[in-house]
DNA sequence: CGCTGTATTGACCTCCTTCAAATGCGGTGG
DNA sequence: CCACCGCATTTGAAGGAGGTCAATACAGCG
């Protein structure tokens, strides 16, 4: 069940069955239902929290009641690994479609992080492709237009779900909503909606229900200038 | 010389005037003029670099040439904290002002962060207080019009070099042009331009040359909804 | 005093928004 | 099996924020 994860924090480290187990022993898991909120902004939570199934979202809401949606939240992903440090969280955390969490007592995490530096440096290693990931999401807001924005969307996730072993090489079930598209990319559920339809019409997705399907990834690609450098997926050779 | 890195970081953690020594002791100190690379993206630094001052920024260049900017480095600011875990900068550092920069070599990291956890811990809250600010333009972007967006820029950059001990309390010096400006908030430079018009005729700022004042703090404030939480100023309570 | 880069202005165009209505669709009960 | 409900998707028309292109004004500087 913690296969995500450990598929996931193994490109960032070499992890042996003993941390494997470590990681996992400990923890409690927990079934949320779809759109409820995890984490509030302003908490102060005590447990860590970790996607195993499901899709998951940051956002904040702004004073006009729009919400705009900072990162997905996919298998493997934490959930607020840095809220120790920083002592608060200054977002919320919410689910998008049914989720399955494992919730980490603080204590594993400290003994973690000051005991076992293979484990540590993984942790460390899968925030820092977080924060690479915003890092891109802030380049296609700024820079390209909401059809390759959404196109760099569907390959991230390609790439993201693969590694996480919940997608097929060319497709992948999406729990979002148009709306909830709208919300990443930061644009209205209408014009999501025309968006796709010009990829559609492209032949360059098939988007049908709750499922993606990708009929010529290289293509989808080249569309959007994809370039997954930034997600970090070859081992680090160092 | 040190002292923003260390007014930056007594925030998130109390450092000793021992923790303080160890930091600079070894470090070198280089001058670098305006609109110089200072890492550039693929580049596997071996050397932690800090900004001591002037600005720098990150930023991604696309295929058609227009150059995002992910991110402003002030005093205070490190560079590449992150290279050593990832292996490779995913994007490219330059930059915007004539600074003085810090050269850390990696065994004093290495060593501080094994063996000082205090400082350890500095380090890795200002990593994450980087990625909170980065969520923060994220929303900036997706859901703030340009004139409130360039005024919640204008507001964190007075917090962000208060801090640091180079701003005065309702002013700053702005070396950025508003071609910059445009690369920052992903608008072109002739938007930049009627957007700070704007705030000028509404006496928001006051912008001349490369000094912006602020003649109200908080209207300003106000106008862009700007809360500062998420730049973690005060001091951690646990 | 001319040169160069930055700031400013104007006219026009495009992408995206807004508002509103229509269509389709999965589930539920009859 | 079908009627109906609630929700997501789709469509249309009009408006606004921001982009593009090109010309002009301006400031620092050798």
């Known amino acids: 069940m913690f ?5 996931k924090l193994g490109r960032g480290a070499d992890l042996t069955q003993a941390d494997h187990d470590r990681l996992t ?4 898991t927990r079934c949320v239902g779809a759109r409820q909120d995890i984490i509030e902004q302003g908490d102060r939570p005590e447990d860590v929290h970790l996607v195993l199934s499901g899709f998951a979202c940051r956002y904040k809401i702004m004073r006009n009641g729009k ?30 479609s049914p989720c399955t969490l494992a919730e ?5 995490v400290l003994d973690l992080t000051e005991n076992h530096p293979r484990i540590a440096r993984a942790l460390w290693w899968a925030t820092l492709v977080d924060e690479a990931i915003l890092r891109e ?8 237009e909401a059809d390759q924005q959404l196109a760099h969307l569907f390959c991230e996730l390609l790439m993201r779900l693969r590694v996480a072993g919940v997608a097929d090489a060319d497709g992948y079930d999406l729990p979002l909503a148009q709306h909830d598209l709208g919300e990443v990319l930061g644009i209205t559920p209408v014009h999501v909606n025309r968006t796709v339809q010009a990829l559609r019409a492209a032949e360059l997705i098939v988007l049908r229900g709750r499922r993606l399907d990708i009929p010529d990834v290289e293509r ?9 450098d930034y997600l970090h997926l070859v081992q680090r050779i160092a």
Chains 1, 2 share one sequence.
């Open 67 to 96: 919400r705009q949606i900072m990162a997905l939240l996919v298998p493997g992903d934490f959930c607020d690994l840095h809220v120790a440090i920083l002592g608060h969280m200054d977002h919320g955390i919410a689910t998008v």
């Open 137 to 144: 999401w802030l380049v296609s807001m700024g820079q390209r």
């Open 104 to 108: 980490l007592p603080p204590t594993t």
């Open 3 to 7: 296969s995500p994860l450990i598929r």
């Open 220 to 228: 989808l690609k080249a569309f959007c200038d994809f370039d997954p």
């Open 25 to 28: 022993s400990l923890a409690r």
